[in-house]
Nanobody, 125 residues
Framework: QLQLVESGGGLVQPGGSLRLSCAASGFTLNYYAIGWFRQAPGKEREGVSCISSSGGTTKYADSVKGRFTISRDNAKNTVYLQMNSLKPEDTAVYYC??????????????????WGQGTQVTVSS
């Protein structure tokens, strides 16, 4: 069974940092582009970042550029999202998703074949 599992979420104060992880079971992440998405209550799921299978190409939403960094360690079959300078508006459930090729529209939820269950990130004082 192919699964993605997110971890690393939690409660953090504004200005703080978290690192999210996306691990795979049942398949090798190395051959997949990975996207990070988030969904806040009452809002649509939105693309946050994406990384190609090689790690050579990365994409970011304007709202997180300069604060978030996506990376991957193919030896560990894991993709990371380092989130710095967190703001209350970053509060959401964060999901990772996999696709065999990096979608042209990387932020489109319909482009990805596999999804994790999500991890909650809450930014609050």
């Amino acid at each position: 069974q192919l699964q993605l599992v997110e971890s690393g979420g939690g409660l953090v104060q504004p200005g703080g940092s978290l690192r999210l992880s996306c691990a795979a079971s049942g398949f090798t992440l190395n051959y997949y582009a990975i996207g990070w998405f988030r969904q806040a209550p009452g809002k649509e799921r939105e693309g946050v970042s994406c990384i190609s299978s090689s790690g050579g190409t990365t994409k970011y939403a304007d709202s997180v550029k300069g604060r978030f960094t996506i990376s991957r360690d193919n030896a560990k079959n894991t993709v990371y999202l380092q989130m710095n300078s967190l703001k209350p508006e970053d509060t959401a459930v964060y999901y990772c998703a996999a696709d065999r090729v990096m979608p042209l529209i990387w932020y489109g939820t319909e482009e990805y074949d596999y999804w994790g269950q999500g991890t909650q990130v809450t930014v609050s004082s």
